[in-house]
């Protein structure tokens, strides 16, 4: 079963952080026969692998259109609760004394009075929402001044409650339904800090430290078709499709709020430069969604019961709180709100999805945060085959 085969993913360095890389990181291109290889060694999903094969090819580009929109306010400014408490275990203190994972709000003129004013102005309690984010604060946290970054923290015990008591159990990984793409989207999301825990501790490596990890072998154990998880790369890109067609659908919006301020007016060309790629535009990436879509509205009991993947969406949120490493829980709660925030769209109340026109500031901005993470993950794994 699909949570059976998550939980061995686990380990020293199974961090609940989302891991940053130096700058310019460049993957070498790959021919179309490459690609094809490539895609064919790592899924056997016949309606996965064309769109894997258009990911390959045009994920380079993106990834650097994505870096530079990065560094636009709207979307490196986040106002997260850092000090709530766990809920879900008992836990004894954690005390991070090293700088890597401590991080301190931003002084109060970085942030933009629009930015406090859109969330604050948009902030409501849903009860029965798709995500259910932190009380908007005078904090927020600028992820350029703290970028993901190996910490040392483990994980593990995070990552084991949410496959063995979040997503759902008894669903077979090929089963024809929703909750099967639920938590193949969990998994892909794992999958993504999986490699960037793998990238954060090659950085070490290379800026001198002495970390005793053979990158390779724990590469094959974490990620490759031959180690714990098989299908931990396919379920990579089956969440990066989700996110890209998320980001699609929300075009309109997203150019819609440069125009009337909501989203800095210079951030227009980098998003236009973002839509304009083949990754946003292409059906073989769109059907991933497509098929999540038709399996959420299957039948009335599908589309009925939808009220169970938005209550796991919204304790995926809340579990976050019991990571006690400050920068992982920053890091982790944009990257779940990202994910989740693509299930809205796509899935909505019904399974037919949800206007964009009605998705909040702030999880615009963790939606296409987390699919910059996930390209950057995929271009890592690439790297390392």
């Given at each position: 079963?699909?949570?059976?085969t ?5 380990g020293a ?16 291109k ?14 056997s ?7 894997m094969?258009?990911?390959d ?12 929109l ?12 850092i000090?709530?408490s ?7 203190l954690?005390?991070?004394y090293?700088?890597s ?7 109060e ?9 859109v ?9 029965d929402?798709w ?12 992820l350029?001044?703290?970028p ?21 159990q008894?669903y ?9 793409d639920f ?10 800090i ?58 309109a ?5 440069c ?21 946003l ?8 969604a ?8 299957q039948?009335?009991a ?7 993947a ?13 990571v006690?490493?400050n920068?992982?829980?920053?890091h ?7 994910l ?32 910059h993470?996930?390209?950057?993950a ?8």
């Amino acid at each position: 079963m699909v949570h059976k085969t998550l939980l061995n993913v686990n380990g020293a360095f199974l961090l609940l952080t989302i891991l940053d890389v130096g700058r310019g990181f460049v993957v070498p291109k790959f021919s179309s026969k490459s690609t094809q290889k490539w895609s064919a060694k790592i899924s056997s999903n016949e309606y996965l692998v064309p769109g894997m094969q258009v990911i390959d090819a045009s994920n380079e580009e993106l990834f650097h259109k994505l870096e530079s929109l990065r560094e636009k306010p709207s979307f490196r400014f986040f106002s997260v609760d850092i000090l709530a408490s766990c809920e879900y275990m008992p836990q004894e203190l954690f005390e991070c004394y090293t700088e890597s994972c401590e991080i301190y709000p931003a002084e109060e003129e970085e942030v933009s009075s629009r930015i406090r004013e859109v969330d604050r102005r948009e902030h409501a309690f849903d009860l029965d929402g798709w995500t259910r984010w932190d009380m908007p604060s005078d904090d927020y946290y600028d992820l350029e001044a703290f970028p993901e970054g190996y910490t040392e923290y483990d994980g593990s015990e995070i990552w084991k409650f949410i496959h063995d008591r979040i997503c759902f159990q008894d669903y077979d990984y090929d089963d024809e339904h929703w909750k099967a793409d639920f938590n193949k989207a969990v998994s892909g999301l794992h999958s993504m800090i999986s490699a960037q825990v793998l990238r954060g501790v090659q950085e070490k490596m290379d800026e001198g430290e002495a970390i005793q990890v053979d990158l390779k072998k724990e590469f094959t154990r974490r990620l490759s078709a031959n180690g714990e998880t098989p299908r931990a790369i396919e379920n990579l890109y089956f969440c990066f499709m989700l996110l890209l067609t998320a980001v699609s659908r929300a075009k309109a919006r997203l150019l819609s709020d440069c125009s009337n301020g909501s989203i800095e007016s210079d951030a227009s060309e980098e998003l236009k430069n973002i839509f304009n790629s083949p990754l946003l535009n292409d059906a073989s990436v769109a059907l991933a969604a497509k098929r999540l879509q038709d399996h959420a509205t299957q039948d009335g009991a599908s589309s009925q019961n939808l009220w169970e993947a938005r209550m796991r969406s919204r304790e995926l949120l809340r579990i976050m709180n019991c990571v006690q490493c400050n920068k992982c829980r920053l890091h982790g709660k944009i990257s779940i709100l990202g994910l989740t925030t693509a299930l809205q769209i796509l899935v909505g109340p019904t399974g037919r999805g949800l206007d964009p026109e009605q998705v909040k500031r702030v999880e615009l901005s963790a939606l296409v945060t987390t699919l910059h993470k996930c390209s950057r993950a995929i271009q890592y794994c690439q790297q390392m085959q």
